[in-house]
Structures are given as C-alpha cells and as structure tokens.
C-alpha cells in the first residue's frame, strides 16, 4: 500500500535581506493512514516552515518552495493552483496552529467560527452546521459544549481554546492533520489531555497525524515514528521505540542525553555551542561545529541519508561508520 | 534561622473585574545554600511569590524576613541596604536586557547603583563576571541582539550574582530556551551554586528540570501551597491529589513507559484566581473530593519527614504510616493504609 502522504526532497527558502535562509532542505518522509509521525527539532530548525509547505502556506514573500514533491495520493500539491489548495485545505489536510490565540478570531464566538469553517468546506445549511459545531466541541471533550458555543474565545482557558482549533481542524474529516506545537503554551496537566485527545482522534478517524514539538518527552506517549530535523535537514528518521533505545546521530544523542533524568544527580551532559545560522551555512555536516564525533571528512561533505535496516534512516558519517561496524546493512 | 522566611503572605491585584487572589496565604523558609523547586500550573501565583519576596509587588499581609531582617515594611531607601540580598532572573532575555545598552554596561549597571567599588573595581568584577558565566571577553562593548537566546540568559545570571546576592529567585530561567541549550544553563547555575553558595528559589513548570536542581519542592495551585517536601520524598510518594495528577501528566523519555502508564486526568481546568472554589481548592478537579473538602479548607499540615501537605485525605496513623488517596495500587509502600475510595 502507497502511503497517505509522501514528501519528496522538499526545499523551502526565505529571500531575505541577509540572505537566503535555507529553512527546508531536501526533506523526504513518507505518512501512513493511521499514523503518528513526530517532526521534532530545534527552534529554527524548519519545522513550521515544513508544515507551512505542505499547506502552500508559505509566506511569500520573503519565501518560496523550490524544490521537490508532496504527493497526496496521485496528485503533487506544490503543482496545484492556489483555488485547487483552497479545496485542500481544510478538507484533506488541516493545520492546528501553535498560537491558538493569534488564529482564532476574538470578534467572533467559538461556536460561529467552527460554523464558517464547516459552511466553506460542506454543502450544508446553517442549521446542520451549528448542529456539527456542537457535536465537534463535544468530540474535544469540551464541557458542556451547548453553552460554550456562543462564548468568545478570551473566555476560554489557553487549553479550551487549543481544543477549539483541533475541533476546527476535524471539521471535514481531514486525511491529514498538522499539529505545530499545540501544547507548547499549556501547563503539563493540560498538555497531557490535548495530547491524549489528539491521540484518541488520530484512532477513532484514521488520520494521518504530523506532530510537530521541539520537546522529544512529548514524543515518547504519542507517536509511531519520529523524524529528527537539523538545520533544516533530515538528520536521522526511526520507529519510536528506537529512537529513544538507540539513537544513531549525535544531535539525536545530545537531545537526549542533555535532558534531565531521575535518578542522574550529575550534571547533565551538555550539547556544546549555539544553534546555527541558516544563512552562512557551512559545507559538510551542519551539526559538525557542536558534534564530539567529527571528523575531517564531516567538515568538507555533507553526510547522504543512509537506510539502516528497513525502517531507519540516518545522515551521519560516524553513525554509518558505527552501525557498519556492528555489522548492520547500511545502504547509502 | 531559616535566611529567607516568609509567613502569611498574601499578594492580591485589585482589578476591574474584582479581587485576584494570586498569592494566599504563603509559608515557606529557605535555607543558606538550599535550592527550594516551585511548581505549579500557570498563573497559581508563582512569579506573584518571587516579586513579592524582593517588594516588586507590595504584599497585602504578612512577613517576609530575610537574613534576620524583617523586609516587609521597610521604606525604599532602608530596603535598598538589603536588596542585594535577593536577585530574580526572568524567563525572557529577551525583555530582560535593555536593547540599547551595551553588556558591559548591563553588567556594571547594578554595582553603580549601589555605589559598588571604583571605577576600576567595578570593571575588575564584570571582566570576572563574564568568566564566570561563560561568555567571552569580548562582549563587553556588544549588544544583546548580538547574541543567541542561552547567551542572553547567561547576561540575564551575570548581572543576577553581580552584587553577591545570597539568594536568587529564578523565574522560569530555563524555560524559553531549546532543549539543546537548557542543560548549559542548568549546569551554569548548579556550578555557581556551588562555587558562590547560593539559594535558589527555583520557578519552573518543568518538573523534570526542578527534580534535576532542587533540594526541596513545593507545590502550589490557585494562590496556596498545597505540599512542600524534600525532593525524593516527593518524588517517591506524592501524597496530595494534584502533586500526583502533576506528576502523571510529566512527559516520560520512554514510549513503553509512556504508553502503558495510567493518567490521571484531572476532570476540568484551573479555576480562576478571581473566585478560588470555597473549602479545598483543589476539590472543584480533585478525583478524591468528599463533602467535607467543599466545605472546609484542609490547613498545611506537617508530617514525619519533613513532608507538610494540605488535604483533609492524608492522615498520620497511629503507628506512624500515612493513609493517602491514590488510584495507582503499586506506587503506594505496603505499610500504608489507604482509605479513600477511587
Ligand atoms: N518570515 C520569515 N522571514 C525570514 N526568515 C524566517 C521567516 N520565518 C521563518 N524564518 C526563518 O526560517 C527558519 C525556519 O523557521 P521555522 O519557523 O520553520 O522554525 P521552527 O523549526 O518551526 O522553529 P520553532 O521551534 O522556533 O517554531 C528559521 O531560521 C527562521 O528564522
Ligand atoms: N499585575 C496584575 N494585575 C492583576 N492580576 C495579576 C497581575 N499579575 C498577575 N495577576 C494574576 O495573578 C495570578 C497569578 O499570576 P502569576 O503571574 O503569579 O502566575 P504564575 O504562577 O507565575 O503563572 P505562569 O506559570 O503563567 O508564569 C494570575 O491569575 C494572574 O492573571
Ligand atoms: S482535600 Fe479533598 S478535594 Fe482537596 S485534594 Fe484532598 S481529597 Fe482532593
Ligand atoms: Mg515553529
Ligand atoms: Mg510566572
């Protein structure tokens, strides 16, 4: 079986006054139906960019997407025009926000925004709509959704607030949803019931669920697969469970290492330097000036995504070495 | 005697839509060198707390007393003698620093004020400043925009120890930095504490990061503390319902873990400060809640083992064992008696 959704070497730049920002560079990762793959990354490192283009959202100017493919089923959506994404969006891939605040509208109740949004994308009459607006706020478990239709959305907590756009999102029943960082701004409690939401959903509707978070503990409760994102780059790609048991590339490693854990009183292992520029990039391995593991060879070339096994992939010239040396297949 | 004690200590904002109750009612003491963890979820009152410890925000009632001198009233210019004591560092270094003013200056800055030393001393000091939290030499005549959040952050602590302070207040001082980044900080501020033999009130919603730093924890929710403890206590018995519910809820670094563990979900969201739920606060989500919680409010009561927690559930037994609500059977120690119902 085809995947939902495959993106192939997508390349998103921003012409900026400094320069070019390479935000996504030649990014490939395939999505099943059913499934749930993590996009996890430092801030900067294109994550919101990736999403953006995969709902021909980028903003342009300063940005445009010069390269590479993202097929939904038989069709490429970076060929469709702007009035055929239109139909897209909303219906078969959808997009929960990071800033539930900035994306819905204060003038607006919560109740008549979920309404527009079921009347642009369905043939049916206002009644029927406000009748789906209920029945999707009750999907999000928000309590007593009959009176919570006509509030604005300041009178909602930041968490109520986040499971209006999931409900927003639901609206047609996507293939695929998008969700950028929506748990950032919530306390751990709450982060906990979107997430747990979001995971029943991805269930009871088959989506394909893209999560975007730069926090990897978020990751651990909710996803199937994980795709590790540097500098713009894919840098390593595994099954959840891998990920966290064996972690190939440093950056991976470093992510993981430098988070506290219980029961470790010693200092915690730092990832030296800061994050890089995706202006001056330098030639080679983009994590080569912060990684103990470089070599020469990583300052000159840039690393090729080698497969490991069937379902992992890494771009590191140690990683591949190591794994060779271990006797693992590693096609390149 | 404890160097920073705060007793009775209410914060309340007057606003147009009634009183906000966002401190109510704090003890707390905080000893030389000792980290204390605050926790808690957003707008329980915590950076409220830190604010009020250096006079920022006035409190309505109580005392603060630190290193022997009752603060809580001092005039401007008496309390100025002490200010040095306490320092907070903010969660954005971004607003925190100002734009214009180059990092040597942001540095010297607070040695000036206090009339610190000569003007050669004063440089002496921002030079060793700058070493000790890591950032070159050469920043001096730079600007924050210049640098990445974690350095900023690192200008942020630089201008935080410049005058000696015995306690720090860190209010989300990790927070807004990347993942990547957050454990040079966290490393930066263990070594200075360690080095300086500094306090730490330490404000975070991570608990991952408070479990790392802190020696003592407490936990608060709508204004109150509703359970401090030493570290590993906490950690290893929880015993108020929401410090368990928090502790559910704190993403685990391993999927099979992560999968299987039971949540504890709490049944709706914080409650406004504006009108705290009568009786135990907690009872309007608590799983537990029996009448009497929606009548009563349970007072900070203080165990065996330096662990005080305020529920009208957890109970010291006779023989010296705590009967505690819990839903989780294994995570409670044999000895123990539960006695609510789930
Ligand atoms: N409108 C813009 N103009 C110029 N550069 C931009 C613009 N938007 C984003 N960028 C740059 O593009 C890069 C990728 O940004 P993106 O928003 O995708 O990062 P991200 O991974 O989502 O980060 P975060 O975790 O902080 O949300 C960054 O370096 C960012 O500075
Ligand atoms: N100046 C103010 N005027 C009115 N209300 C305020 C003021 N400052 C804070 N509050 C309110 O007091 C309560 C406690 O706020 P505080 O900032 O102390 O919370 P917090 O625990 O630090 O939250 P967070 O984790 O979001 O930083 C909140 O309800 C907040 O809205
Ligand atoms: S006092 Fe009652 S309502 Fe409050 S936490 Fe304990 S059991 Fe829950
Ligand atoms: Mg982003
Ligand atoms: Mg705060």
Redo the contacts between chains.
Sequence with gaps: MSPLLQVCDLTTHLFTVEGVVKAVEGLSFDLDADETLALVG??GCGKSMTALSLMGLVPDPPGRIVGGQVLLGDRDLLQLSEHEMQKIRGNEIAMVFQEPMTSLNPVFTVGDQIVESVLTHRQVSRRQARERAVELLDLVRI?DPRGRFDDYPHRL????RQRVMIAMALACDPDVLIADEPTTAL???????VL?LLGELQGEFGMGVILIT?????V??I?DRVVVMYAGRKVEEAP??DI?ASPLHP?TQ???G?????G?EE??????G??PSLIDMTPGCSFAPRCAKAMARCREEQPDHATIGDARVVACFAAEEEVAGRGLAVDT | MALLSIRDLMAHFETPRGTVYAVDGVNLDIGSGETVGLVGESGCGKSTLGKAILRLIEPNFGSIVLDSVDITHLKRRQLARHRHKVQMIFQDPYASLNPRATVGRIIEEPLMVNGWGSDRERKERVAWLLEKVGLPTDSLKRHPHEYSGGQRQRIGIARAIALNPKIVICDEAVSALDVSIRAQIINLLTDLRDELGLSYLFISHDLSVVEHIADRVCVMYLGKIVEIAERERLWAMPLHPYTQILMAAVPVLDPKIARERKKIIPRDELPSPLNPPGGCRFHTRCPYAQPKCRDEEPPLRPLQGRQSVACHLVTEQADGSIAYPTMAAEAAPKNDVRGAPA
């Design positions: 430092e801030s309590p907590s930041g968490g109520m306390d751990v409690t709450i982060q906990a019931q747990d730069h926090d990897l503990g978020v651990a409760g996803a959840v469970d966290f950056y470093g992510l993981l430098s988070m506290p854990r219980p470790l200092r915690l292992r730092e990832i030296p800061v994050i």
